[in-house]
């Protein structure tokens, strides 16, 4: 089945933490990106990946890492997580982005800094 | 402004009822995107289009890249299809993209 799988799907954490949150999708996708949704604020886009070892930086992506070692896994990484990241996090694949570029979603992972 | 307009923010309809939820854009773009998530689910992929008008089973998406605009349809709507559609276009030239806040849609039994 195809699909995009991220972990852990809940984490509550404390200020300071470093915390990974992983994704991984088995459909050869080379695009991949990651997103955080907030009430009243909607998905903003905070790294994405065009393919290995070629990331860019979204609309919020401060106090945020990835990296692309390999094509079907994309983590986020908070080096030190604040309250203010705590969100609603989905990571997407695609296949081509401008072209046949259909969104696959994970299905989020909720993260609170406390 | 938002660079991605949707509206009407919120929508209550009841069921059989044809609805029609609005996007409008102020940037160049690749493709424009309809997202569907169900309340406490994730985010599925209804549509992509890049011109023209698509359809699949009740729902239809149209776009009029001219007028920067693209509108999502539902005939014969039914409270299964209660979520929030959010619109999402991928930048031309560049590999971001950008939402709306999403239109919340409620159908009443």
């Known amino acids: 089945e195809a699909q995009v799988t991220q972990n852990p799907r809940y984490l509550i954490t404390v200020t300071g933490k470093k915390l990974t949150v992983t994704c991984s999708q088995n459909m050869n996708h080379e695009y991949m990106s990651w997103y955080r949704q907030d009430p009243g604020l909607g998905l903003r886009q905070i790294y994405y990946s065009m393919n290995v070892e070629v990331t860019d930086k979204g609309d919020v992506p401060e106090g945020y890492k990835v990296s692309r070692k390999e094509k079907r896994n994309f983590p986020l990484i908070l080096e030190s997580p604040s309250p203010n990241q705590t969100s609603l996090y989905f990571c997407?694949?695609?296949?081509?982005?401008?072209?046949?570029?259909?969104?696959?979603f994970g299905e989020g992972s909720r993260l609170t800094v406390l | 402004k938002n660079e991605v307009e949707q509206s009407p923010q919120n929508l209550t309809a009841q069921e059989g009822e044809f609805i029609t939820i609005n996007c409008s854009y102020s940037v160049g773009i690749s493709a424009l995107h309809w997202l569907q998530q169900h309340p406490g689910g994730g985010i599925v992929s209804l549509f992509m289009l890049s011109s023209g008008k698509k359809k699949h089973g009740r729902l239809i998406a149209t776009i009029n890249i001219q007028e920067k605009h693209s509108s999502l349809h539902i005939t014969a709507s039914h409270p299964r299809d209660s979520a929030v559609y959010i619109c999402?276009?991928?930048?031309?030239?560049?590999?971001?993209?950008?939402f709306g806040k999403g239109t919340r849609l409620h159908i009443l039994p």
């Open positions: 997407a694949s695609s296949r081509r982005l401008s072209n046949t570029g259909e969104l696959f």
């Open positions: 999402a276009v991928s930048i031309y030239r560049d590999d971001k993209i950008i």
